[in-house]
C-alpha cells in the first residue's frame, strides 16, 4: 500500500471516528418573546450603544443581551442576527483565553450565522430539502454575505478547536462559503477573502494545497486594499512570517501595528484595538515561536 494511499486512509477514519458534532443553526428553534416596536425600539437603541464600545467585554455582552432579546421578539431579523454572529466571534476571538469557552461561543456564532442565512427561503428550502450547504449556497445573495462570511470564519475556528477530523469534515463547505462571498462581494469587511486566502494558504500542508506563494499574493492584495484593518498584518506575522521563518519580518510588521493610531478609526476602532492586544502578545512569545 502506497504512503499517500494509507494516509487518506487515516484521514478517513479520523474523520469518521474524531468528529466533534453539532446542530446547525436552521434546525434550531428560537423561544419568541412579545416585544412591542417601541420596547425593540429601546433595546436597539441601548445595544447599538454597547455595540460602540465592543472593545470592552461588558459592553459586549450588554449588546449581545440586547441584540439576543431583539432576536426573540423578532427571530427573521436578518440585521439582528448578523450582530449576534459577529459579536459572539468577536468575543471568542478578540475578549477570551479559555479554549473551551472560546470553542463554545464560536459554535454559538456559527449557529447564529446560520439562521442568519437561513432568513433567505431558498436557501432554507434547499437545506431543508436534503441538499448540502455546498448545493444550496447559489441561493444567497448579496444581502446575505455578511451571514456567509461570518459564519464561514466562527465555524472555522470552532472546526479548529474540535481538532483535525473536524477540521477536516468542515473544510469544502468553509471554502465553499468564502468562495460564495468572494464572488458576491469580494472586497468585503476590508477584502476579507484575501485575508482569508493569504492565512489558507500559509497554514495548509503543501499536499492539501498549501503554498506559500500564493499565501504571500492574497495578503499583498487584502494589504494594498485595506491597510486600515490592522487583522490583516496581525494574521500575516502569525502564520506567513512564522511559516516563512522569518522573525525581523515578523516583528517588523507586528512593531509596525503597534505604532499605528488606527484604534481610533470611525467604524474598526474596537477591533483594532483587540488585534494591538493580538500583536503585544505575539511579539512576547517572539522568541519561542522562532
Request: glycine share 6%; charged share 25%.
Amino acid at each position: 500500500m502506497s504512503f499517500g494511499l494509507r494516509f487518506s486512509l487515516m484521514l478517513l477514519a479520523l474523520v469518521l471516528v474524531g468528529c466533534a458534532s453539532r446542530e446547525s443553526g436552521w434546525s434550531k428553534q428560537s423561544q419568541g418573546v412579545s416585544l412591542s416596536a417601541s420596547e425593540q425600539n429601546a433595546l436597539r437603541a441601548d445595544a447599538m450603544g454597547h455595540w460602540t464600545r465592543r472593545a470592552d467585554i461588558d459592553s459586549l455582552k450588554s449588546a449581545l443581551s440586547n441584540f439576543e432579546l431583539i432576536h426573540g421578539g423578532n427571530p427573521k431579523d436578518l440585521e439582528t442576527l448578523i450582530y449576534l454572529t459577529r459579536g459572539y466571534y468577536f468575543l471568542a476571538d478578540a475578549h477570551l483565553d479559555d479554549p473551551e469557552l472560546k470553542k463554545t461561543n464560536y459554535e454559538k456564532a456559527s449557529s447564529y450565522g446560520e439562521m442568519a442565512m437561513a432568513t433567505n427561503d431558498a436557501f432554507h428550502a434547499s437545506v431543508s430539502s436534503g441538499k448540502t450547504v455546498e448545493e444550496s449556497l447559489g441561493a444567497l445573495t448579496a444581502k446575505e454575505v455578511p451571514a456567509i462570511y461570518w459564519t464561514a470564519a466562527s465555524l472555522g475556528k470552532w472546526a479548529k478547536a474540535a481538532g483535525i477530523a473536524t477540521q477536516l469534515k468542515y473544510k469544502t463547505r468553509i471554502k465553499a462559503m468564502i468562495e460564495r462571498v468572494e464572488k458576491l462581494q469580494p472586497d468585503y469587511f476590508y477584502a476579507a477573502t484575501d485575508r482569508f486566502w493569504g492565512a489558507y494558504y500559509a497554514v495548509a500542508p503543501s499536499f492539501a494545497g498549501g503554498d506559500l506563494k500564493k499565501s504571500k499574493v492574497h495578503f499583498d492584495k487584502s494589504l494594498k486594499a485595506a491597510p486600515e484593518y490592522l487583522g490583516t498584518q496581525v494574521l500575516m506575522a502569525e502564520v506567513y512570517w512564522t511559516k516563512k521563518g522569518d522573525k525581523k519580518e515578523f516583528e517588523k510588521m507586528l512593531r509596525a501595528v503597534l505604532a499605528s493610531n488606527l484604534d481610533t478609526h470611525k467604524e474598526i476602532g474596537p477591533e483594532n484595538t483587540m488585534e494591538k492586544n493580538k500583536a503585544e502578545k505575539l511579539l512576547e512569545k517572539m522568541d519561542d515561536i522562532f
